[in-house]
């Protein structure tokens, strides 16, 4: 090319080459930390949330990014401190009857709501029943409050909850968001529209939202009746709470640097490392607990119904080696079917197996797929395939782990087809169109498993692994109504031995929450689940 | 004129009617369940999804929705989101303004770096200006918007610290998203102007004029520029269609509010009355926007009414 000569082409490289440099050398002092400390703790918070919330209304919210914004907004009957123990929050105490179908709780009388509507426990039925009423749409809090029938008001402060069926979980459930109260009267109000208007009890309420933009909060001034999670008792330090919308992950990182943003969340890994290297910044990190990133494999799909075949991937797949690669280890590595943090984890499975290619290979021979000519194992004329379904966005690059699984199956002769879709319902609960499928689920109790591993009701939708085990039933149910903690600890470990041993599943990896913030941002704290709590927190 | 208008007016009638129809089918046919991204589908039950798909009217056959739509379309009312239950035409009447802004302003930049450069290049072929505009030039084409937007925020967000990166608010934060989506324009123009410039100069009347002693910058602004600019103002109306379409990356890109933004998060939820909607509002600019070009030809240019007429 003629330009090459120009001398427009060496300014050009000059230009570049200063803008470089520029951004090099300032990268490090942009932000400026030497804001003088007062004693006064209070400011204004923005917060960088990835995903773009759809509602705030507990009751029908579905996802994680939704609970991190209303549950500053609203509070529940009781809160799990870190430890995993049970907390009192909006209820004093409570009993639970004999037969452990009622629960009887008392009610602290100090407390409003952000619209001046006193809490009682009139506004607890209501909160309750409104989930069970369909015009709500509620999903994941209508799972959370099963078996819940009926509520009983007894007095102003105190209320009876009537169960179905006993329930080992129910404490723990009352503790997850989407069982917040919510102010009755606002809720009334603005009946399918209370997502856009949310009104409850906790140390922030609701200003204003604008679609796709942010979300504002400011501190509701009457709050004094702190909580089990915060070491402050009164209202909250901070004046105001800004989460911003900003789901373009350099754009996020970028404003958090640039100082346009005080917080970040889900921090990439491939940023992690320059984060923890710079002064000006901090990472924050919290595992989530339930149920881990899992790869669930369709047992109803010859030959994933037969041991061998299924152990052979969990020798061929290397975990280890997936986790490595894309997470730099920012991520843990998961061994059972829940995370560390649940109830009878079971720490032995850590480091109790290794992958194997030549015992995979082995194993497939043995039930008689034998190598073709281009590699991929044949049985009677049928090639070893195996289908893939993710969901499409590449989240936590769970795309990627399709890729590395694929590379990995096919050095033991299993030819991995991948498919991305969007439509779960239809390919995966409905069609069962999968031999391979991920999931995972954030839940502070390991009853979770139940709904992913216990054989459905007649009629009702299959499980992820699409198994009839009744061995494993009878477990879960075990777990389920047991009400003695030792107990139950052990009936969960032998859970996961089981799983384990039957190789129904392969645990990937542990969801760490990460959240970026300037240095200057104090007292952001996490709650069980890894959702962030902001009563403690101050901009100095 | 006024018959030029009607016809295009009735073909824009049978254009809209003809897009609805297609988006909605498209919509209908593909996978994708709006109760995924309601309710956590591994969460609930078979009995809930089927008592949200009724509460949402999705249980219906097509031809009774397509009637709905079509009937709700003619009151006025553009339905609800699925995902949050708010009407979608005030969401669209929102974020429209923020998306016509950064439209409005990427449009030009475009047209001034675009026609400053194209034209400085063809008169100074071979020169640097020319070599460094045909570099902006092929920048702006080959670079992807998003790439070419996380530059920029590396740059002057990030590093220099000048301007904000992200929100909707000010005219600081128009800045750099339109100067990233100006660029693209700005390449198409500074290509198609140089060319149509060094076309116009080696034609005879260029001669003419130059023997007649006209001053070579009369020649070049006076007449060569004018007649050069007629295909690049084609390029312009088709650009603004595309700028509109581009900004459903750079809103996304720059956290910005916008009907791109709008649009692209109600597929991702397969939420099909707001990406009716908006690709309904944007059916009728597009249509609008080409007429308006259509007419401003033939404003400027009486052959081409002329041919409009005898078609």
């Known amino acids: 090319m003629k330009f090459v000569k120009s001398s427009a082409f060496h300014s050009c490289i000059l230009a570049l080459a200063i803008i470089i440099s520029g951004c090099s050398s300032s990268s490090g002092s942009s932000a400026s930390p030497d804001r003088t400390p007062t004693e006064e703790k209070a400011g204004d918070l923005t917060y960088a949330l990835a995903t773009n919330p759809s509602t705030l209304d507990p009751g029908r919210s579905g996802w994680a990014v939704e609970s991190r914004v209303y549950n500053q907004i609203f509070e529940g009957l009781l809160t799990r401190l870190p430890d995993g123990s049970i907390a009192p929050q909006l209820a004093t105490d409570w009993d639970i009857s004999d037969d452990g179908k009622t629960y009887t709780f008392h009610l602290r009388d100090d407390v409003t709501f952000h619209d001046g509507t006193p809490f009682d426990a009139e506004a607890v039925q209501y909160s309750f029943d409104r989930i069970l009423d369909p015009a709500t749409q509620a999903g994941n809090a209508l799972s959370a409050l099963h078996p819940y029938e009926s509520a009983e008001v007894i007095d102003a402060h105190t209320i009876k909850l009537h169960l179905a069926t006993p329930s080992a979980s129910f404490l723990t459930n009352l503790t997850q968001t989407q069982l917040s109260i919510v102010s009755p009267t606002a809720a009334e109000e603005h009946g399918s529209q209370f997502g856009q208007n949310p009104v409850g009890t906790g140390p922030f309420e609701f200003v204003s939202w604008q679609e796709n933009s942010e979300i504002q909060l400011k501190r509701y001034d009457d709050y004094n009746w702190g909580s089990a999670q915060s070491e402050n008792k009164g209202p909250a330090f901070l004046d105001t709470l800004t989460f911003k919308i900003i789901t373009e992950e350099a754009t996020r990182v970028g404003s958090l640097q640039s100082s346009q943003v005080l917080a970040a969340e889900t921090i990439p890994p491939q940023n992690i490392e320059a984060f923890e290297s710079d002064p000006s910044l901090k990472l924050l990190s919290q595992n989530t607990e339930g149920l881990p990133y899992t790869l669930f494999i369709n047992s109803e799909h010859e030959p994933w119904g037969e041991l061998e075949a299924r152990q052979a991937l969990q020798y061929g797949i290397d975990v280890q080696q997936i986790v490595d690669t894309l997470y730099f280890g920012t991520y843990d590595r998961a061994w059972s079917s829940i995370t560390p943090g649940l109830l009878g984890y079971d720490e032995s499975l850590e480091h109790s197996f290794e992958p194997d290619k030549e015992k995979a290979e082995q194993l497939l021979e043995d039930i008689g797929w034998k190598k073709g000519t281009d590699g991929i194992r044949e049985r009677d004329g049928e090639r070893l395939t195996l289908n893939y379904v993710d969901s499409t966005p590449n989240r936590e690059k769970r795309n990627d782990i399709a890729v590395i699984v694929q590379q990995q199956l096919k050095e033991i002769g299993i030819d991995v087809i991948i498919e991305l879709t969007k439509d779960i319902s239809t390919t995966i609960h409905e069609n069962g169109d999968y031999d391979l499928y991920g999931n995972s689920q954030v839940n502070g109790d390991p009853n979770a498993l139940r709904q992913f591993y216990r054989t459905p009701d007649e009629g009702a939708r299959k499980t992820l692994s699409r198994l009839n085990d009744p061995k494993l039933d009878e477990l879960l149910e075990q777990g389920t109504i047991e009400l003695d903690e030792e107990k139950r600890i052990a009936i969960y470990k032998e859970i996961q031995q089981y799983i384990h041993q039957q190789a129904i599943i392969i645990p990937i990896y542990v969801f760490p929450y990460t959240v970026g913030t300037q240095e200057s941002v104090q007292g952001i704290t996490f709650d069980y689940l890894g959702y962030p709590f902001f009563n403690d927190t101050y901009v100095r | ?311």
């Open chain 2, 1 to 311: 004129m006024a018959r030029i208008i009607a016809e295009r007016l009735v073909t824009s009638l049978f254009v809209i009617f003809g897009s609805t129809i297609l988006v909605f089918t498209t919509l209908y046919v593909l996978p994708g369940d709006p109760v995924d991204s309601i309710i956590d589908p591994s969460v609930a039950t078979p009995e809930m999804v089927e008592n949200l798909r009724k509460e949402l009217g999705i249980d219906q056959p097509y031809h009774v929705r397509l009637i709905h739509y079509f009937s709700d379309l003619f009151r006025g009312d553009f339905g609800q989101s699925l995902v949050n239950s708010t009407p979608v035409l005030p969401q669209i009447i929102e974020q429209f303004p923020k998306t016509l802004a950064l439209t409005i302003v990427s449009s030009c930049i475009s047209i001034i770096v675009g026609i400053t450069l194209g034209v400085l290049s063809a008169v100074h072929r071979n020169k640097t200006i020319d070599v460094l505009a045909r570099m902006i030039g092929l920048f702006g084409i080959s670079m992807p918007t998003f790439w070419t937007g996380i530059l920029l925020i590396l740059i002057f967000s990030v590093a220099l610290g000048w301007l904000p990166s992200l929100g909707s608010d000010g005219w600081q934060t128009l800045i750099l998203p339109s100067f990233t989506l100006g660029i693209i324009g700005a390449g198409f123009i500074i290509r198609m102007v140089r060319n149509s410039m060094l076309e116009v100069i080696s034609e005879n009347f260029i001669t003419t004029l130059r023997a007649k002693g006209l001053t070579e910058r009369a020649i070049m602004y006076r007449h060569a520029l004018k007649n050069a600019l007629i295909p690049a103002l084609t390029m312009m109306g088709m650009m603004i269609g595309d700028m509109l379409a581009g900004t459903v990356i750079i809103e996304t890109v720059f956290s910005r509010q916008g009907i791109g933004r709008l649009i692209a998060d109600a597929i991702m939820a397969s939420d099909l009355p707001v990406v009716q909607g908006v690709i309904f509002f944007t059916a009728i600019l597009y249509i609008l926007i080409n007429l308006i070009v259509d007419l401003s030809y033939s404003a400027i240019d009486p052959r081409v009414r002329r041919s409009i007429l005898h078609d």
